[in-house]
């Protein structure tokens, strides 16, 4: 299982953004997806997770009201729409897939089977 992270560039505060993350190989459909950022010099953190049906989501307190996360297993990709960006959100961010897709809650990094290579976001203030 393969994915790759895309959509990500600089911008100013206030500004949208939509990252998106395609998944190549594996079933997609029954996967949960998840999205990380870790600014420099700091610890990874959870973003956003949303399980295999696309019916339930979770959010970090930190983006809660300003991001949206998506899927369409169709296309085999999973979306994080972020708007009202503040130069805080400024960091790499990576999307992650867990085999087990059921979410009731945010899932621990250790959770999730395959990750993406990350894409820079940077938000100008």
């Known amino acids: 299982v393969q994915l790759q992270a895309s959509g990500g560039g600089l911008v100013q505060a206030g500004d949208s953004l939509r990252l998106s993350c395609a998944v190549s190989?594996?079933?997609?459909?029954?996967?949960?997806m998840g999205w990380f950022r870790q600014a420099p010099g700091k610890e990874r953190e959870f973003v956003a997770v949303i399980n295999w049906s696309g019916d339930t989501a979770y959010y970090a307190d930190s983006v809660k009201g300003r991001f949206t996360i998506s899927r369409d297993n169709t296309k085999k990709t999973a979306y994080l729409q972020m708007n009202s960006l503040r130069p805080e959100d400024t960091a790499v961010y990576s999307c992650a897939a867990d085999r087990y897709g059921v979410v009731d809650g945010e899932l621990a990094s250790y959770e999730y089977d395959w990750w993406g290579q990350g894409t820079q976001v940077t938000v100008s203030s």
């Open positions: 190989g594996g079933t997609f459909g029954s996967y949960a």
